[in-house]
């Protein structure tokens, strides 16, 4: 992806909407995306909020954001998104409501509501065209009520609902469900997966989906310490490991067509992502679980060999001659040092 | 004003567009899809400058519909029966932000057995979330409840949305004469819409609904609510004299018919009212003393007008359209709870389930009830049960249909 906007640390604004303090847990993967996603998106937001553990940015009398605040419900943060954006333009037509007041109406949920409770509302604002933005920070998890399997949770991981038992030791039997397939095959203007490891590429993502008018979706990965269980301090570094080790491609589609924005210069084993996470020590302890850490490897490469092999134009630069490096040989982007 | 023949849907729709509702989320559902059509065809015509967006569901039309009002525009939705349950969630959502619109809902039995014709467990179904409720009688009723419905919605003391109420069939398909106002005339009694709070289009940011974890404070903003409803049994009165003043009609929340010197009062509610006033007409050319109390505002329940409609009367019938399983009516409880603590409470107070999925009243089933509150030996238990209206003809009638059920093919 060739950057217009965000082409060092430098040009990502200093200036918080989401300030520190808040209830949500140390490390939290999705905040430290939030933060990012909407230094990038600016000021003027409205975020409609699914119940979700981000519910409890906003906790009576406080919020940590700069932008206004509704809580739906779980099922429905779409439909609210489509009241909100609604009224907003009535007003605007009626001149209640200078063109300079607008907002940007955000969906801000889990993959809970994501991928399971919420997609028939998601799949509703789509069909109507609805101008907003989707917001998913994806734990892999029913994070908020104590790590339950939800239709995002990677094959082997041990939940809440899959623990690990002497009569089923495998953690999660089911592979994960594609959300970023589910909304691009129906063409919207913008789809996205970012990592808080890799600041310039998610912020000029915003910057490039800020153009398109329509829905716009960004799954953020979204390490999560106690759910995950790894120690606070690691979140950067977990998400890093995702995107090196191929389990999370870094990618945008537009109207459809899929660009993969950052491609590791050699991919690290997976190995070295899962064994960095309690939710995975089952794979390791007390014998190697040599079986699941092959599949979930098969897994990662027939990924990466169907994407050449089928969408090869998805590891072009899109200005092709333009880009920095590019192509599957493009540069490392290690930002994620700096932060 | 204009004078013309409209049903109980279309009357609805007017009340909608002489409200000048900004925003109309909607979702299909029988009985009440006359209503979302009307609006359509106006908000595509231009006859209606209002923006109608067909939803996923009604989970989501409500949902779009509190996005909407939390904005700061007139929203306006409507459904019916097993669409007002799907919703559910959301109403409690919306009441609990004070939003002020208003919800028309086509009364229809709920499933299982699924069924068409009316009765009144899906309304009461949403007594509890802080809706206001009015139950109509006539179409007239439904396009005026609207209006009224804005006006109390909106007052800064209430803000509280508000259900209107029409039984599905017997009134939204039914055709009445209607004196529709004039627009200029409605907006005398209902000016445009401004928040008396915070919205999302606010220059400065507001957070609605955010997370309250202290007991105390949730408690606060619960009473708050309920505070709020009793205030609205105040204004009321007012605005229903306003709206009578400039309208020549009065909507009062319990309407007393042929009450004067009643020494037995019927109880009910909704279009299957209009049957029992023909029955007391019937019994008082028979010279029974009787008389119907129409319970128009089931939310917040008015104590007091109902107290005064019963009190000193020799027997009360309470007929209930609905079944709260394993307790009975529903609103017989809640007249009993009224009643209780007057010293000439009426002696005998029974309660009568009719009207379940739309079954008619019978003929000698109002003499039946009548006979009953006039044998004044009823014992307390009996008070407490319910009588579930059934004939001996309909059992047999099940009966065939049983036949038919079972037989082998």
């Known amino acids: 992806m060739k950057r217009e906007k965000y082409k060092s640390l430098r040009t990502i ?28 998106l600016g000021e003027n937001v409205i975020f409609v909020n699914a119940a979700s553990c981000s519910t409890l940015l906003a906790t009576y009398p406080f ?115 594609d959300l970023f397939e589910i909304w691009r095959v129906q063409k919207p203007p913008y789809v996205a997966t970012v990592a808080a490891a ?39 570094e977990v998400a890093r490991l995702a995107v090196e080790t191929g389990i999370w491609p870094l990618k945008e589609a537009i109207h459809g067509a899929v660009s993969h924005t950052y491609v590791p210069r050699k991919f690290k084993p997976v190995e070295e992502y899962l064994k960095r996470q309690g939710r995975f020590r089952h794979l390791f302890e007390p014998e190697r679980d040599a079986e699941t850490i092959a599949h979930i490897q098969a ?15 998805s590891f072009l630069p899109r200005n092709a001659g333009a880009d920095e490096g590019g192509g599957v040989k493009q540069r490392r982007d290690n930002d994620a040092k700096h932060l | 004003m204009t004078r013309t023949m409209l049903t109980g849907n279309a009357a609805a729709a007017w009340g909608a567009r002489l409200a000048e509702v900004d925003y109309v989320p909607a979702f299909p559902i029988t009985p009440q899809t006359e209503i979302i059509d009307t609006l359509a065809r106006w908000c595509r015509d231009g006859e209606m400058p209002a923006k109608l967006v067909m939803m996923d569901s009604e989970h989501s039309m409500l949902a779009a519909a509190l996005g909407a009002a939390a904005t700061g525009v007139r929203v306006f939705t409507a459904t019916s029966s097993q669409g007002l349950v799907y919703g559910f969630e959301m109403l409690y959502a919306i009441a609990g932000l004070r939003l002020p619109l208003v919800l028309v809902n086509v009364s229809r039995a709920l499933a299982n057995p699924i069924t068409l014709e009316p009765d009144h467990n899906d309304v009461l179904s949403a007594r509890d979330t802080g809706f206001l409720q009015f139950h109509c009688e006539t179409s007239q009723e439904v396009l005026d409840s609207i209006l009224l419905g804005y006006r109390m919605a909106e007052h800064a003391k209430i803000l509280l ?52 974890l202290d007991p105390s404070l949730y408690t606060y903003f619960k009473h708050q609510m309920h505070h ?118 009426p002696p005998v107070l029974l309660s009568f389930i009719g009207g379940l999925g739309g079954r008619r009243f019978r003929p000698g089933e109002f003499d039946g009830m009548l006979e009953r509150l006039e044998r004044s030996e009823e014992t307390s238990a009996e008070m407490a049960r319910p009588h579930l209206l059934f004939t001996a003809a309909e059992c047999r009638e099940v009966g065939r249909f049983f036949a038919v059920a079972e037989r082998e093919p």
């Open chain 1, 13 to 40: 604004s200093r200036q918080d909407s989401v300030v520190g303090g808040g209830p949500l847990c140390a490390g939290c993967g999705g905040q430290l995306s939030l933060r990012l996603f909407h230094k990038a």
């Open chain 1, 63 to 177: 919020t940590p954001l700069s932008s206004s605040w509704l809580y739906m419900a779980m099922g429905c943060a779409p439909a609210g998104a489509q009241g909100v954006r609604d009224a907003l333009d009535i007003l605007k037509a009626k001149g209640a409501l200078p063109p300079e007041n607008d907002r940007k109406v955000v969906v801000l949920s889990g993959d809970g509501a994501a991928q399971d409770i919420g997609l028939q509302s998601t799949m509703a604002a789509i069909y109507r065209g609805l101008d907003f933005y989707y917001f998913c920070y994806d734990n892999e998890s029913y994070g908020n009520t104590g790590f339950q399997t939800s239709a995002s949770t990677p094959y082997g991981a041990r939940t809440a609902t899959a623990p690990i038992t002497p009569s089923s030791p495998h953690g999660s039997l089911h592979e994960r469900r």
């Open chain 1, 198 to 236: 890799y600041p310039l590429d998610l912020s000029e993502k915003v910057y490039r989906a800020s153009k398109l008018s329509g829905p716009k979706l960004f799954i953020a990965l979204s390490p999560c310490p106690p759910g995950w269980d790894f120690e606070p301090e690691w979140s950067v």
């Open chain 1, 299 to 313: 897994m990662v490469d027939d990924y990466w060999q169907t994407a050449l092999r089928d969408s090869p134009t």
């Open chain 2, 161 to 212: 949305p508000v259900i209107v109420n029409l039984d599905g069939f017997y009134l939204s398909f039914t055709r009445e004469p209607i004196d529709v106002p004039n627009l200029a005339e409605v907006r005398q009694f209902l000016p445009g819409f401004a928040p008396a709070y915070s919205v999302l289009s606010d220059k400065d940011s507001v957070a609605l609904g955010a997370t309250v």
């Open chain 2, 228 to 345: 709020a409803a009793e205030a609205a049994l105040e204004i009321y009165p007012q605005i229903v004299a306003e709206f009578g003043e400039r309208f020549g009609r009065r909507h009062d929340a319990v309407e007393e018919f042929m009450l004067d010197d009643a020494d037995y009062v019927i109880v009910m509610t909704n279009s299957f009212a209009s049957m029992g006033k023909a029955e007391v007409k019937r019994l008082r050319s028979a010279g029974k003393k009787v008389g119907l109390a129409r319970l128009r505002m089931v939310r917040p329940f008015p104590v007091d007008d109902l107290q005064a409609a019963l009190r000193g009367r020799k027997g009360v019938a309470v007929i209930d359209q609905n079944i709260s399983v394993g307790k009975g009516g529903i609103l017989f409880s809640e007249i009993a709870a009224a009643l209780y603590g007057l010293i000439d409470r």
